[in-house]
Structure formats: structure tokens, C-alpha cells
């Protein structure tokens, strides 16, 4: 793929391939998941949450890097071990710019443990195929969250146009 224009569905069915070569489950959430519930919209990169056990870091770690993204598995370990806020690991496509933020299941989340088991299969068709998106009404509560004014005690962030539409 080094020579070719990848656009945002050939990247998403990169990193599926790498999560499922490595055996990870995984849920999409953002833009791509809105796909399945509402209006396409346009987005340059991925939200996915992955439930990655210690045992497949290094096989993930490979896979990516098999698919021209570059997360060394001692950066994954790193940010398991980190528990004061949610940053998600960038799995960012070498010749395109294209990014998945890869959002780890962390002991304790309660709310995406719950997500997780709501998860809706849905064929995306060729060449995506079937995948695990969130709920439309978890979508709605991440989408709320991450775009909420006051989000974790800072203030300052804006809410999604897409969210929040008063024209």
C-alpha cells in the first residue's frame, strides 16, 4: 500500500485485519460507527476501543507494523500501565497521515465493559464487511461526553456540530 492512495475505508479495513489477525476484539465508535446509525459524514480518522489482553501486545504491535503503522509494543505496554487519563494509542498509517486513536479497555470502566456487550455486528459491505459498532445510544453518550464544555474538570472543549445542531 506504499504506493497507492488509501482513503479512510481501506485504512479502517487495515486495522481490522491487524485486530483480527491478532485475535483482539474490538469496538468502533465515531464517525464510522455514525455510519451505521445515521448520515455519513466525513472523517479522516478512527475510533475503535480494543479489549487488548497482555499476551497479544507484541503479535498486535507486529501486525500494525505489517500494515505501515508503527506502535512498538513497549509504547501499548506503557500506556496499559498508565491510569491517569484515557489517551488513546495513535496508529498512525506511515504513507497516508491517516490515524486510528485506539482507546484501551481499562480495568474498572464500567461504562465501556457495558458498551462492549451492547456492540451491534453490522455488514458494511464490501470491503469492509462485518464489524462491531457501538450502540446507537452509546454512540450518543460518547459523543456527548467527549463533546461536552465541562469533561473531566477543563473547561474549553467544544461540542460536535454534528451533536448539538441549532440552526
Known amino acids: 500500500m506504499k504506493d497507492q492512495l488509501l482513503d479512510i475505508t481501506s485504512f479502517l479495513k487495515l486495522v481490522l485485519d491487524a485486530l483480527e489477525a491478532s485475535k483482539v476484539e474490538y469496538l468502533i465508535g465515531g464517525a464510522v460507527a455514525e455510519w451505521a446509525w445515521g448520515e455519513p459524514r466525513a472523517t479522516q480518522d478512527l475510533d475503535i476501543v480494543i479489549n487488548l489482553p497482555i499476551k497479544a501486545v507484541s503479535r498486535f504491535s507486529k501486525e500494525l ?37 485506539l482507546y484501551l479497555m481499562r480495568e474498572g470502566d464500567t461504562l465501556r465493559k457495558s458498551a462492549f456487550q451492547r456492540r451491534f455486528l453490522l455488514d458494511y459491505g464490501p470491503p469492509i464487511g462485518e464489524v462491531y459498532v457501538h450502540s446507537p445510544e452509546d454512540l450518543i453518550i460518547y459523543k456527548l461526553m467527549y463533546g461536552s464544555p465541562v469533561f473531566n474538570g477543563k473547561l474549553g472543549q467544544k461540542r460536535p456540530k454534528h451533536v448539538d445542531e441549532r440552526n
Open 65 to 101: 507494523e505489517k500494515r505501515n503503522m508503527l506502535v512498538p509494543a513497549d509504547i501499548i505496554l506503557d500506556a496499559m500501565m498508565e491510569d491517569r487519563a484515557d489517551i488513546p494509542l495513535n496508529a498512525i498509517h506511515m504513507y497516508s497521515g491517516l490515524k486510528a486513536d
